[in-house]
């Protein structure tokens, strides 16, 4: 879908539909009372008589005769105090789903709410452009009916009367196709069904990836890893008879600032659960086990193609988790690459595993920072449902960084408690720790672990166990998967950029 800017008098151009956003109990805008004048006060009379009274993603449509736009599309912005970022991509999304419900090839948009609560024309014109191309996403490569009457969009055009404003405006729609065209990869990679998206699969996406986008990739198999001694890696991906993959990618733009970060996402292309074999109702589910990894190499291919002024790494372990003959089982004791010995309680709590040996080889780069992202515990979701991602880790500032992030992207982040005494939970009687600590505190634990392989780097751990698939479909979340976590790691490493 294209997405194109246009400045000046509304008069000057032709299309479909306008979509405009009201706030609820505001009254018009000055845009809107512009467009009402001409209309007669057909606006006007629609929030007069309670046909539309702005909610937040609420829609109404005018047929007006003898305009430049055939269709004038009304989108609630919700309560003037509670808009943010977030409320502009929801009004983009709702916009467009409403013109590919009318079948309309091609819109206008207005800058929803920009100048509010300090959000500018670059910022607006981002958010704009991310709720739209969100909102677009799909995969129908599977189906093989009804795809011709499949209707696609063509389509938008951001408008605005400012013309000094153009640059402003180019830059942010430039960031948020970036942005979004990294959360959609990252979406196709989870979308894809295990047996095509296997840890081969990955690898050679990172690779094809970095081969157009400029940087660096080199893929460990098996015999890598075994002269590596990545024993936690190696005994999960022992019970499949696809290999285990190491996806080790590298920018290193010309300017770099504030040292080197290290982005790490666990890959489990499909987790049975292996000898503690999961439930078989919604197992399915589980070919999305490797949303962190997916996140993360969109991450390095979107770094790229901005050119973010950042020394990023990205490490991603992929294998999949299956019961057989060959396979780890409960009550083993492996090795980790960092020499710790770790006893298996569970073999269904192997993302830590695989995370363990990466994060151990993240040593190397010196990073001043050091993030991981895993759908790593059921327990999250427990405690904080499909709404946030859990964040836990070891220095202060970056995890505050992290939140802010967050907060500007719409993926927001809660901070849960990691205090020593979690710990206790993980001490093994035969071996260095346990890989599980037990279901009280699931998630703290699972972060307890990690923690014992990240060395004196800053690290921040996310744990989007509930926030990697979407149920229902949202504004500009269509139902599957969000690719969360793209988005949050180019905000920070844009403002890491400018430190």
């Known amino acids: 879908m294209k997405i194109e800017l246009k400045l000046g008098k509304a008069e ?13 109990a505001q009254g018009l805008s000055k845009e809107a009372k512009l467009l009402d004048k001409r209309l007669d006060g057909a606006i006007s009379l629609l929030l007069k008589n309670g046909d539309f009274g702005g909610k937040a993603n609420q829609t109404a449509v005018l047929y007006p005769k ?24 929801q009004a983009a999304g709702t916009a467009y789903k409403k ?59 951001i408008w605005d009367e400012d013309r000094t404003k153009k640059s402003a405006i180019e830059k942010g ?35 094809n990836l970095a081969k157009e986008y400029k940087f660096r990739c080199e893929i460990l198999s098996p015999p890598d890893l075994e002269k590596l001694k990545m024993g936690a890696l190696m005994a999960v991906a022992q019970g499949s008879k696809q290999p285990a993959k190491f996806i080790i990618m590298e920018h290193m733009p010309e300017k770099k600032r504030r ?45 790229a193609r901005e050119g973010i002024p950042v020394h990023l790494v990205g490490l991603v372990p992929a294998t999949e988790n299956l019961p057989s003959g060959t396979a780890y089982k409960p009550g083993d004791i492996i090795k980790s690459y960092s020499g710790k010995t770790i006893e298996i309680m569970s073999t269904d709590a192997e993302g830590r595993l695989i995370l363990a040996d990466a994060l151990g080889y993240a ?20 405690a904080l449902g499909n709404v946030v991602a859990g964040l836990m880790g070891s220095d ?4 505050n960084k992290v939140k802010k992030a967050g907060e500007k992207t719409g993926e927001r982040v809660w901070e849960l408690p990691l205090y020593k005494e979690y710990e206790e939970q993980i001490k093994s009687d035969l071996a260095d720790m346990k890989n599980s600590g037990g279901r009280p505190a699931g998630t703290i634990t699972a972060a307890a672990f990690l923690k014992k392989f990240v060395g004196k780097a800053p690290w921040a751990h996310l744990d989007i166990a509930g926030m990697d698939w979407e149920e229902k479909g949202k504004p500009y979340i269509p139902k599957g998967p969000l690719g969360f976590g793209v988005r949050l790691f180019l905000q920070f490493l844009r403002e890491w950029g400018r430190s």
């Open 396 to 399: 202060q500032q970056l995890l």
């Open 66 to 89: 003898g305009f430049e736009f055939k269709r004038i599309i009304l989108i609630g912005l919700g309560k003037k105090e509670e808009f943010s970022l977030d409320r502009i991509r």
């Open 99 to 157: 013109a590919k419900k009318l079948k309309i090839k091609n819109y206008v948009s207005f800058l929803h709410g920009k100048g509010q609560k300090g959000i500018d024309f670059e910022a607006s014109a981002q958010a704009v452009t991310e709720g739209t191309l969100l909102s677009a996403y799909h995969l129908d490569q599977y189906k093989t009916e009804g795809k011709e009457d499949l209707f696609e969009v063509e389509s938008m055009t």
């Open 12 to 24: 000057e151009l032709k299309s479909e539909a306008l979509a405009l956003g009201l706030f609820e």
């Open 259 to 303: 040292g080197t970060v290290v982005l790490v996402g666990k890959a489990i292309t499909f987790d049975s659960g292996g000898i503690s074999i999961k439930p078989s109702e919604g197992m399915w589910e589980m070919k999305g086990d490797m949303a962190g990894g997916a996140a993360v190499i969109a991450t390095m291919a979107s770094a």
């Open 363 to 382: 040593q190397k780069y010196e990073p001043k920072a050091l993030l991981d992202i895993a759908t790593l515990t059921g327990a999250c979701v427990i």
């Open 173 to 207: 729609m430039k960031t948020g196709e970036i942005s979004s065209w990294g959360t959609n990869l990252a979406r196709d990679m989870v979308n894809h069904p295990s047996n095509f998206m296997t840890p081969t699969r990955m690898a050679e996406i990172a690779l």
